[in-house]
């Protein structure tokens, strides 16, 4: 075992954490929560990625995304989060994708033990649940975090126990018309901050909301692998 996570074994025993080293996680964005949550997973010890996200980092991304600085400005987000991984635990096996996920992807199967839903789009997300129903892997889903200012107020809870945030709501609506009849959620029961542009299109964000949402999932991931 790499001994870079010689304190977490004190923690949490070397039995569970070789489970984590053998354990293979699949994540879906790679932007402001679900690069945490890589992150995250990668410094508990996560042997196995599959990172999804067909987007390259931007200037927009340096306020709230770990894997984007001056440096990697252009580069594919899964790239450059694979590097992180590898730099922190060099026995990890990283596996990427630029896939648009939506429906009719084969990226899922049943080597994945984990998926973790940080993608934008409601299609991609109904898909990913619905994907992972069929497949009885456990998901997790990230909800709005965007035009948020207390990270305080992030919850994980059942999709259907969820209140206040927009996406939330949309999302209740469309996976019991699929017969969903679950999904654990981070979710924000912050309202939501008008943008003092008057632009609703694109969600305000700060640094300090994405992250911490991104290291509960990765939390949420830790404690359902080791049981």
């Known amino acids: ?13 070397k039995e569970n954490v070789e489970k984590l080293n053998k354990s293979k996680v699949a994540v879906f964005g790679i932007g402001g929560v679900g690069s945490f949550v890589v992150e995250g997973l990668a410094r508990a010890g996560i042997g196995k990625f599959l990172l999804v996200d067909n987007d390259t980092i931007d200037n927009t991304n340096i306020n709230r ?12 987000k899964v790239d450059v989060m694979k590097e992180r991984i590898l730099n922190i635990n060099p026995q990890a096996e990283v596996e990427t994708s630029t896939e648009f996920f939506m429906p009719g992807s084969k990226l899922l199967d049943s080597s994945l033990d984990y998926i973790v839903d940080a993608i934008d789009t ?28 207390d990270p305080t107020k ?3 809870a059942d999709i259907y126990k969820t ?14 018309s699929r017969g969903i009849e679950k999904l654990k959620v981070v979710y924000s029961k912050e309202e939501p901050i008008k943008p003092n542009d008057g ?4 969600p305000a964000s700060i640094s300090f909301i994405p992250s911490v949402a991104g290291l509960i999932i990765a939390g949420e991931v830790i404690k359902d692998v080791i049981g």
Do not use: W
């Not at 995304?65 to 594919?76: D, R, S």
């Open 122 to 149: 409601v299609t991609g997300k109904i898909e990913l649940v619905y994907r992972a129903n069929e497949l009885n892997i456990p998901i997790i889903s990230a909800m709005g975090t965007g035009n948020k200012l």
């Open 199 to 202: 632009d609703y299109k694109t």
């Open 1 to 13: 075992m790499y001994e870079g996570f010689s304190r977490e074994e004190r923690l949490i025993g």
């Open 65 to 76: 995304q770990i894997h984007a600085n001056i440096t990697t400005v252009g580069k594919n």
């Open 154 to 156: 992030f919850e994980v």
């Open 163 to 176: 209140s206040v945030c927009p996406l939330a709501k949309v999302m209740r609506k469309e996976l019991r």
